[in-house]
């Protein structure tokens, strides 16, 4: 029987990959989105060209009950999940801090802070076997922002981001004698849609000779480090985190 993964913000960029990779690995696979249905759809489609079941799940992770609902239209139809991608996250237009509105705060840090909490929560009542579970493995996405800091660009999201490597060390310890790995992946600059949300679609060009690498990273490329972290090829590690960011 096939282990089931719920990947949030599954219909684009890391996501998207992860929840591909997810299906080529033998994954069954649920999916979050909360617009673009036609990229769910296709994310759905490729994970059964795979020969696994996937399924869309339409939703906000900073709602309460469509959390809820999320995790209980996935164990109706997929089974327990044995593997939570935190992946949702958003990023406001570049910005000072001194020009930030509480109502830009308040978003970014519902979805990108509230919601993995959020998540988490429904997966550890799922996973552990002080629940009644079989244990799993929890993947949140930090970024390497929460080191940098994102300064005149979004130190909001960067602080979100630092939240969730505090969020990702107190879960992994809470957990550790339940059967639950938590860990945490950081990406760098990678090529996906968010620079464009940011206001920037040439973002990466301005900031490539900054990356020891010399280029970007791919949302394949931080899915790989997502999928050993799932797997029990990671069996030993929590509380750790895989910086995916060429060096930078």
């Known amino acids: ?8 913000g599954g219909s684009r960029g ?39 079941s996937a399924i869309a799940v339409k939703g906000d992770v900073a709602s309460d009950q469509d959390v809820v609902r999320l995790f209980e239209t996935c164990k109706a139809e997929l089974g327990l999940p044995s593997g939570l991608v935190n992946n949702a996250g958003i990023v406001a237009l570049q910005s000072r801090v001194e020009q930030m509105t509480a109502d830009r705060l308040q978003r970014v840090f519902a979805v990108n802070i509230t919601g993995s909490f959020l998540c988490a929560r ?7 076997t002080k629940h009644g579970g079989s244990g799993g493995s929890i993947v949140n996405l930090s970024s390497a922002a929460a080191r940098i800091g994102s300064p005149n660009e979004f130190i909001d999201y960067a602080a979100s981001k630092g939240a969730i490597d505090a969020f ?28 464009a949300s940011s206001g920037e679609p040439g973002r990466i060009d301005r900031l490539r000779s900054a990356i020891p690498m010399q280029r970007e990273g791919s949302a394949e490329e931080v899915a790989q480090s997502i999928l050993w972290l799932l797997s029990e090829d990671a069996s030993y590690t929590t509380g750790s985190f895989i910086e995916v960011s060429g060096g930078r």
């Open 1 to 8: 029987m096939s282990q089931v993964v719920v990947v949030t």
């Open 14 to 52: 890391i996501g998207a990959a992860t929840a591909r990779l997810a299906g080529a690995r033998g994954y069954d696979v649920c999916i979050s989105y909360n617009n673009d249905s036609v990229a769910a759809d296709a994310v759905v489609a490729a994970v059964a060209t795979a020969g696994q």
């Open 122 to 128: 429904e997966a550890v009542k799922c996973m552990s």
């Open 168 to 195: 990702t060390l107190g879960l992994a310890k809470e957990v550790a004698t339940e059967g639950i790995r938590v860990n945490a992946v950081r990406p760098g600059l990678i090529d996906t849609e968010i620079h």
